[in-house]
């Protein structure tokens, strides 16, 4: 009873959190005169990307255990957060859109900025699938590949930017729907927001590590592995940020800021996490979970663009991105 309400209690303080951050990003995003693209897919996807980014290093660098159960949360960290973003967080954003919209709803995301971004992670995340299917000893070919990765990134970030201008004129600029929250009590300024966006990323990350806190517990009995674990357990908690805040945005109809939330940061966390990973652990896939995530990972993203380019993106077809996540649950029970 106490577990269950330990994370009733870190589900509200993140939704809580996640409110803020939103109305911050929002509120920026807006006196900036960025795009819904560049605030959902880079300020959006890297803020809430902090979470599960600190996990893997923490775990890898200054981990208390075994090197090779450092390595394993490490690794089902890293591959974890673009599965469960591909295939839970899709799913349950379409979910809730489906409930509040009615499940025909058809999803309008920027075209050219969702397109970027499935075509800039199917192209890097398979590089890193290729990458851990090479021998340990490899090294200067993983370094090779975490460069490469790295240098996608940044091309990826300059080439969305360069766009923002061009897609505000469009009509895609970012717009609050309502005022900044501390604005009302210490008035409106990007002081103000920074500090509002900074106060709800703290509070999300603590929501989010007491979220893994009581998952931990109730997970205590199973008898799996560090990786399969790390893989199911620690993304659920750490992408925790990016689901509510894509929620959020999609009940209002804000499809391309809750589009970019999940799509940047699997972009993010499809290149620069896993290109950390290469440079300080040794990268290889040694059991079939970890392949099994990344390859869903994949196809999840594919799904996706599919979807987009058939103009079937409705809640109905995109709740098939949650069947790739079962399907991976089904793995687990089937092997253990």
Not at 32 to 43: P, Q
Not at 164 to 178: K, R
């Given at each position: 009873m106490d577990i269950i309400l330990s994370l009733?209690?870190?589900?509200?303080?993140?939704?809580?959190a996640a409110q803020m951050f939103t109305n911050a990003l929002e509120y920026m995003g807006e006196r900036?005169?960025?795009?819904?693209?560049?605030?959902?897919?880079?300020?959006a996807a890297i803020g809430t990307a902090m979470p599960e980014t600190i996990v893997p290093i923490v775990a890898?660098?200054?981990?208390?255990?075994a090197e090779h159960i450092n390595h394993a949360v490490g690794m089902g960290a890293i591959l974890g957060a673009p599965f469960m973003l591909g295939t839970l967080s899709l799913c349950l954003m379409a979910l809730f859109a489906g409930m509040k919209h009615g499940w025909d709803h058809q999803f309008t995301p920027e075209p050219s900025g969702l397109k970027r971004d499935l075509t800039v992670f199917g192209g890097a995340f398979s590089l890193v699938i290729i990458a851990g299917l090479l021998p340990t000893d490899w090294s200067?070919?993983?370094?090779?590949?975490?460069?490469?990765l790295l240098v996608t990134y940044c091309l990826y970030l300059l080439i969305t930017i360069r766009a923002?201008?061009?897609?505000?004129?469009?009509?895609?600029?970012?717009?609050?729907?309502?005022p900044l929250y501390l604005g009302r009590i210490m008035g409106d300024s990007n002081i103000i927001a920074s500090l509002q966006l900074l106060f709800a990323l703290v509070i999300l990350i603590l929501g989010a590590q007491l979220f893994v806190h009581g998952i931990e517990q109730g997970a205590a009995i199973l008898s799996i592995s560090a990786l399969v674990l790390s893989l199911l357990i620690v993304p659920v908690a750490t992408e925790l940020p990016e689901k509510v805040?894509?929620?959020i945005w999609v009940r209002r109809k804000r499809d391309t800021l809750a589009f970019g939330n999940i799509t940047g940061a699997m972009v993010f966390q499809g290149t620069v996490i896993p290109a950390i990973g290469m440079m300080i652990m040794p990268w290889h896939f040694s059991e079939v979970y970890a392949i099994a995530a990344a390859a869903l990972a994949v196809v999840g993203a594919l799904w996706l663009w599919f979807l987009h380019q058939t103009s079937r993106l409705n809640a109905v077809m995109l709740l098939g991105n949650g069947l790739l996540y079962a399907l991976f649950i089904a793995l687990v029970i089937f092997l253990v």
């Open positions: 009733l209690f870190a589900l509200f303080v993140v939704f809580i900036m005169g960025l795009s819904e693209g560049v605030t959902g897919s880079i300020f890898i660098v200054a981990g208390g255990a200067w070919v993983h370094l090779l590949c975490a460069i490469i923002s201008s061009a897609l505000v004129a469009d009509g895609h600029g970012t717009e609050a729907d309502d805040n894509s929620i």
